[in-house]
């Protein structure tokens, strides 16, 4: 049964790797890069300001703790432990994978840039949606674009982006509960 999830993984990074031509590099490259998403997170800051007001700073607090554990989760309980390695480092798929960057990092499982996108979606989805209806669209389309840009790059399997999209979906839950306590004792 692992023999033939291990075997699915690798097909389906394979044919999603191979799908790619220069345009699509260039977007992939842009969606997993830290400042191609700027505008998107200049656009929530604006929001939480103006929906929290003087209280958005706990937001950003949270928001920031929540980003610091999804990262040192993902590196420290997953990949420092199992130890996977990436696509691009394995030997197996050398000449098969279609490289548009350095690899990166040794172990893949699980992605941080999953864990941190989903973590930070989740949590900004279950901060905002009571007056924006187009959080929930937005936040999920964000952090889909990030973890098939990941496998479209090959430095992620598909169960590398999976499971790390529900560490941090987890961890973004987790975040919004503790914003809930600790605004209980914030000033009205």
């Not at 999830?5 to 345009?23: A, F, R, S, T």
């Not at 994978?97 to 979606?121: D, E, R, Y």
Request: proline fraction near 3%; glycine fraction near 8%; hydrophobic fraction near 50%.
């Amino acid at each position: 049964m692992l023999e033939q999830l291990l075997m699915l993984d690798k097909e389906l990074l394979l044919n999603i790797n191979g799908l790619y031509n220069h345009v699509l590099d260039g977007i992939m490259m842009f969606a997993s890069s830290k400042f191609g998403w700027v505008p998107l997170y200049l656009i929530l800051l604006y929001t939480i300001i103006k929906d929290y007001r003087r209280n958005s700073w706990l937001v950003l607090i949270i928001i920031g703790l929540t980003l610091l554990v999804a990262d040192q989760t993902s590196v420290h309980l997953f990949k420092n432990i199992f130890q996977r390695l990436r696509p691009c480092h394995n030997n197996e798929l050398s000449g098969l994978l279609h490289l548009v960057k350095p690899c990166g990092g040794k172990f893949g499982f699980i992605s941080s840039h999953a864990t941190n996108s989903f973590s930070f979606a989740i949590l900004v989805i279950f901060l905002l949606k009571d007056k924006h209806r187009w959080i929930w669209p937005v936040m999920l389309l964000y952090g889909l674009i990030i973890i098939y840009s990941r496998v479209y790059l090959g430095v992620h399997y598909p169960s590398d982006v999976i499971a790390g999209s529900l560490v941090g979906s987890i961890i973004g839950i987790g975040g919004y509960y503790l914003f809930k306590v600790t605004e209980v004792y914030l000033p009205r």
